[in-house]
């Protein structure tokens, strides 16, 4: 799991604005990719080697709607696994790399076969906290951003505790 999120968790506002999160974004002098947004280099080195390594990212269904399907490409990888207990939308491109499961144990199983020997992202929120409950997720990676909204959509969902969040990492050595 990797995302970026306020000082106190959270990863968008109540009424899904992310705003302060991503103002970095355009800031900078570097692309982080083709037609992306321009970063630092320190940006571009740090996020361009784990957004080329994404076989397959596994998002809830309120993610998917929100990006509008992401235009019929996965929003990172070369696929997306979408979590969703209602049917896939009626009106989508059948090539597009989405595939649709109800079930998050399901979900990462096929995220995994389709993304190979390439790693598995997941979204955070509600779908991430309970793929993360399940014991699935072998990182997580905070990209912490100084600023407090104070409510909002949770990094973990509803795992997460009320006004405080308790990250605790593995050091690498």
Do not use: W
């Amino acid at each position: 799991m990797q995302t970026i999120v306020s000082v106190d968790g959270f990863v968008a506002t109540e009424d899904d604005r992310v705003g302060p999160l991503f103002d970095r974004s355009g800031a900078g002098d570097t692309t982080l990719y083709e037609n992306g947004p321009l970063v630092s280099a320190q940006s571009r080195d740090y996020y361009r080697p784990m957004l080329d390594a994404i076989g397959a990212l596994v998002v809830g269904r309120h993610v998917f709607a929100m990006t509008g399907g992401s235009g019929g490409k996965a929003p990172a990888g070369d696929h997306c696994v979408v979590v969703s207990h209602r049917p896939a939308p009626e009106r989508r491109d059948p090539t597009a790399p989405f595939h649709f499961v109800d079930d998050v144990t399901d979900a990462v199983r096929l995220a995994r076969e389709l993304a190979g020997d390439r790693t598995v992202s997941i979204a955070a929120g509600d779908v991430g906290g309970q793929i993360f409950a399940a014991g699935l997720v072998d990182e997580v990676a905070l990209d912490v951003v100084p600023v407090v909204f104070d409510r909002g959509k949770r990094y973990f969902g509803p795992l997460q505790g009320d006004r405080v969040l308790h990250p605790r990492f593995r050091v690498r050595r």
